[in-house]
């Protein structure tokens, strides 16, 4: 399908703040990548207080009538309210509506207020879901959906085949009670007693960072550097000096940082939750462990540096694994979602 032909003009809408990660990413990424096929594009944040988003209500109904199609981003809890004032908008208006559902909380969420997600849901024109893991609780509730994954930019030159995995780790998840990283903590502590050189990079930030701090301090473990949050575009900086991420998170969907790593050649270890175990396959292309299991976690980080051949194996088929994520592989699933 030739995109030229389409040349529906769209409107994202999103708690959407450049440069900040997460859906901001995805939203920066997909409006980019359009823009280039030839689509107009424009962007309506609906981040902020109360009154900033009774605000952006009345702005997105002048704006939106310029607009053939609104591609809401959305997630749970206060992440569900683009959902709500989007749809809303766009029914009123008549335009299509296109909404693409983000993160792992999705399951309590649509249990706790199944009447409030049915009736908005229930309104679009084609929900987007990240993993199969969210096809599986769209189908539980009867939602219609179609699987696109997150689309991520592959940074030409920033693959590194290492010639031996180091106990370098580097982590890069919010310090939220969800992204769990104590236990990012209490595996490298367990880690450091077996590997005494082993280092732990952390990038982000959060409301949590003092108490992880202190707990660094209590424990006295050395080699832990909170870098804070730094720009996407060095990320990779960090990330090549690094040889193992990690991510411990209690509930996620599919996170974009874990496809960063497979980018930059680290083996990722995550904890199997969420839309996780349909991006890594334990043993293939990175290794799973159970849910705030600080001892598993551990157990695999000392794998991946005593088994050197296996862990470069399972680097090399996470990198080839990247295609399925690339524009050139879903472009045509969103010219075809926008017709």
């Excluded at 944040?45 to 310029?66: P, Q």
């Excluded at 280092?199 to 909170?226: H, M, W, Y």
């Excluded at 680097?315 to 050139?328: F, V």
Aim: hydrophobic share 40%; proline share 4%; net charge positive.
């Amino acid at each position: 399908m030739n995109s030229k032909e389409l040349n529906k003009a769209i409107l994202f809408v999103a708690n959407y703040k450049s440069g900040s990660g997460g859906i901001s990413t995805q939203v920066d990424i997909l409006s980019d990548l359009l823009r280039k096929e030839g689509y107009p594009i424009g962007i309506c944040s609906l981040k902020g207080t109360v009154l900033t988003r009774i605000k952006a209500l009345t702005r997105i109904c002048k704006v939106a009538k310029n607009y053939d199609v609104l591609h809401i981003h959305a997630c749970s809890r206060w992440g569900f309210v683009p959902a709500v004032i989007g749809i809303k908008v766009g029914k009123k208006l008549g335009k299509k509506i296109v909404l693409t559902y983000h993160g792992g909380g999705a399951k309590s969420f649509f249990r706790k207020h199944t009447r409030l997600v049915k009736k908005y849901l229930g309104q679009t024109d084609t929900n987007i879901v990240l993993s199969g893991f969210l096809c599986e609780v769209f189908c539980q509730y009867d939602i219609p959906c179609v699987i696109v994954p997150n689309i991520i930019e592959l940074r030409e030159g920033v693959y590194r085949d290492r010639a031996s995995i180091l106990p370098n780790f580097i982590s890069i998840r919010s310090f939220t009670p969800t992204y769990n990283m104590l236990c990012t903590l209490k595996a490298f502590l367990i880690v450091k007693q077996r590997f005494p050189q082993a280092t732990l990079t952390l990038l982000g930030g959060g409301p949590l960072r003092s108490e992880l701090e202190a707990f660094v301090c209590e424990q006295k473990i050395d080699d832990v550097n909170f870098v804070g949050v730094v720009p996407n575009e060095v990320v990779y900086d960090y990330l090549d000096k690094a040889d193992v991420m990690l991510s411990s998170p209690l509930t996620d969907n599919m996170p974009v940082s874990l496809l960063e790593g497979f980018n930059a050649g680290l083996l990722v270890i995550s904890s199997r939750v969420g839309g996780v175990p349909y991006m890594i396959q334990d043993g293939i292309n990175g290794l799973l462990f159970s849910s705030d299991n600080a001892n598993e976690m551990a157990d695999k980080m000392i794998e991946s540096i005593e088994n050197q051949e296996k862990t470069k194996e399972m680097i090399r088929n996470a990198h080839e694994d990247l295609r399925s994520y690339s524009w050139e592989n879903n472009r045509e699933k969103y010219f075809s979602i926008y017709q």
